[in-house]
């Protein structure tokens, strides 16, 4: 069966979106996260939007929905709070956060201070292919959700409903995988749409098993939060230098 809607959800705040946000604020080198980035939790706050967006879930998703998470923390919590420890979750390292390599940990100022030379290379290859050492260009996370379309949007059930829990980076990238965006489209697209923490970005497959195009219902909704009194972040991964 394949998919006929695809619901891609950023997790809750987290405690290095919180670090992040203090650093860049500071005017620090060096965000203070006390764990490797798979590790990272979700923020007392964000424990909170994690189970916001579980009372907009439970009763809207079908029972054969296929729920996959990445493998990191911070977005097995928010699948986990919002819809429990019960439900079958499929976690698959493809949709793990971009790894930034030599630049993990670095505020945007940190780099220009203490990796001048790569913060020079950065600009000059471009957002979207440029590589850090050890760490992944937006490119390599394309090729990652490329994969994942492939094996997961054939293994729903006969409502045709797949939920992906994961980062701001991600889902911004299954938007230009699906969409057959450009550079140049996800960049404008990166400069004016941020991802919401906990929000729901919603595409639809109107063509079904005939394999036609994805189009975009929905995207970063986090009305929930408001309907729980909660406040909206965004924490975008351009304060930890795009991740």
């Known amino acids: 069966m394949t998919a006929r809607t695809l619901l891609l959800i950023r997790h809750g705040e987290s405690t290095a979106n919180v670090a992040a946000a203090a650093a860049e604020a500071a005017g620090a080198e060096v965000i203070a996260v006390d764990a490797r980035d798979p590790d990272v ?11 916001a ?126 969409l057959r965006m450009t550079e140049a489209q996800l960049a404008e697209h990166l400069l004016t749409h941020p991802v919401a923490n906990a929000s729901v970005t919603e595409l639809r497959n109107d063509g079904g098993d005939g394999g036609g195009g994805w189009s975009l219902r929905t995207f970063a909704d986090d009305a929930h939060l408001a309907a729980a009194g909660l406040p909206s972040t965004e924490h975008p991964g351009e304060a930890r230098t795009d991740a």
């Not at 939790?41 to 189970?51: F, Y």
């Not at 957002?127 to 394309?142: C, H, I, L, N, S």
């Open 41 to 51: 939790t979700l923020s007392p706050l964000g424990e909170l939007q994690a189970s």
């Open 53 to 178: 967006l579980g009372a907009r879930l439970r009763g809207a998703l079908p029972a054969d929905a296929v729920l996959y998470s990445s493998p990191y923390r911070r977005a097995i919590q928010t699948a986990r709070f919002a819809l429990g420890e019960e439900v079958p979750l499929r976690l698959d390292e493809r949709l793990r956060d971009r790894e930034l390599g030599i630049l993990d940990r670095l505020t945007a100022i940190g780099v220009e201070r203490r990796l001048p030379l790569e913060a020079e290379r950065r600009r000059w290859t471009g957002k979207f292919y440029y590589r850090p050492p050890g760490g992944e260009a937006w490119t390599d996370v394309a090729l990652r959700i490329r994969s994942f379309l492939r094996d997961a949007m054939a293994d729903s059930g006969p409502d045709g409903v797949v939920v992906v829990f994961a980062h701001d980076a991600v889902v911004s990238l299954f938007l230009y995988v699906l």
